[in-house]
């Protein structure tokens, strides 16, 4: 379990709280449910506590622990009429608005002591990801299915279902498993 942001990095900033603050506490509460309703399940976490780990590093845990699902938790940036949850897997973007979300969730590489140097070699063009797609093609299935499951109980809970939509996260590029990044609201 990824909880977005951390240390130096805030995230978005809400009316009383920024989304690092936000994603560590739902990330901690999602790890406490696993463990609890399904004790055989190891969870591990890329950060349990406010310090900043570049994104690169949190896909290397994952992979380092051989997880078999990756979930990154955010908290949505928009107007104070926007609302909704929405879960995203790796892939295209096809809207403004997807783009924009990946831009910003990718825009904290800036932070990073190299200042994002080693992600100038991850090729993101549409061809590669198409590419990418293709050879992770389980992944992508499960990672589709899990996305879609999730959005179905985000609805049952009441909330508003924004959908299951693809873009280009860092987060995700380099994870070897299934994974989705969730944009769980606004602030």
């Known amino acids: 379990i990824d909880a977005g942001h951390g240390g130096k990095d805030p995230g978005c900033h809400g009316g009383f709280s920024n989304e690092k603050e936000v994603c560590l506490s739902m990330a901690l509460k999602l790890g406490a449910l696993i463990k609890d309703k399904h004790p055989g399940i190891k969870v591990v976490y890329t950060r349990d506590k406010d310090v900043f780990i570049e994104l690169l590093e949190r896909a290397n845990i994952a992979n380092r622990v051989k997880a078999d699902l990756f979930i990154c938790i955010h ?22 608005a997807q783009q924009k979300v990946m831009e910003r969730e990718n825009a904290i590489i800036e932070l990073e002591d190299d200042k994002g140097a080693k992600y100038k070699s991850f090729d993101m063009s549409p061809e590669a990801m198409i590419a ?41 590029y380099k994870t070897a498993m299934p994974g989705v990044l969730i944009e769980t609201g606004f602030l």
Do not use: P, W
């Not at 049952?156 to 987060?171: I, L, N, W």
């Open 75 to 96: 908290a949505n940036a928009g107007s104070n009429v926007a609302y909704g949850c929405e879960t995203y897997v790796l892939g295209l973007h096809r809207t403004e």
């Open 132 to 172: 990418m797609q293709l050879q992770g093609t389980v992944y992508r299935e499960y990672s589709i299915r899990f996305a879609e499951q999730l959005q179905k109980e985000f609805k049952k809970m009441g909330r508003f279902d924004r959908g299951v939509k693809e873009a280009g996260f860092y987060v995700l």
